[in-house]
């Protein structure tokens, strides 16, 4: 089922998402219907908070340059671990960041805030930690596009918009457009 997507300056963009408690049939459906409405919007991410569905959890499938992703099993050395090739769908339940390296510029958009991007600089070397759709836990090891996304995506549950990041006055001058638009 495709889930309307909330879009920017909607209030309930800026809600902080609770921890989801246990992942059951309902957390599934919800992940299911989130997969099929980023990707009928032609997207690589979406937070539930999105979808004014506020518990922690994110979709995204980013094409991957070959180095983007990297699991990191318990117990077993990095390098053993393969990287996954083409695009690749994830979920992340309850995800925390717990190494961030480099910083790089990317522009980004947004499903929340249709037709305008903007250079925001992240951390272009991250190590997340989260469950997957069946509740396990994993880690994961991620680069360039694919943590600049992962990063955007967990901004929005804490309630923050990549264009939070920008100045007052652009932040005003987006505002206006999107007023002038409607």
């Known amino acids: 089922m495709i889930l309307p997507i909330l879009k920017f300056p909607d209030k309930r963009l800026q809600t902080k998402a609770a921890k989801v408690e246990a992942v059951d049939d309902n957390i599934q459906k919800m992940i299911k219907n989130m997969f099929e409405t980023m990707y009928a919007s032609d997207g690589i991410g979406l937070a539930a908070t999105q979808v004014d569905q506020h518990l922690q959890i994110v979709v995204m499938d980013v ?25 690749h769908p994830l979920c992340f339940i309850n995800p925390t960041i717990t ?8 522009s980004e958009g947004c499903l929340s805030v249709p037709g305008y991007y903007a250079e925001i600089e992240r951390f272009n070397h991250i190590v997340v930690e989260a469950l997957d759709e069946n ?13 600049v996304c992962i990063q955007h995506e967990l901004d929005h549950l804490k309630g923050i918009l990549f264009i939070d990041y920008l100045s007052k006055f652009k932040q005003k001058r987006l505002l206006d457009k999107i007023k002038k638009s409607k």
Not at 135 to 147: P, Q
Request: overall charge positive.
């Open 63 to 87: 094409p991957d340059s070959g180095e983007d992703y990297q699991f990191i099993l318990k117990n077993r050395n990095t390098e053993n671990s393969k990287p996954l090739t083409k695009k």
């Open 135 to 147: 509740g396990k836990t994993f880690t994961l090891e991620a680069h360039n596009l694919l943590a």
């Open 99 to 106: 190494k961030k390296e480099g910083k790089e510029t990317h």
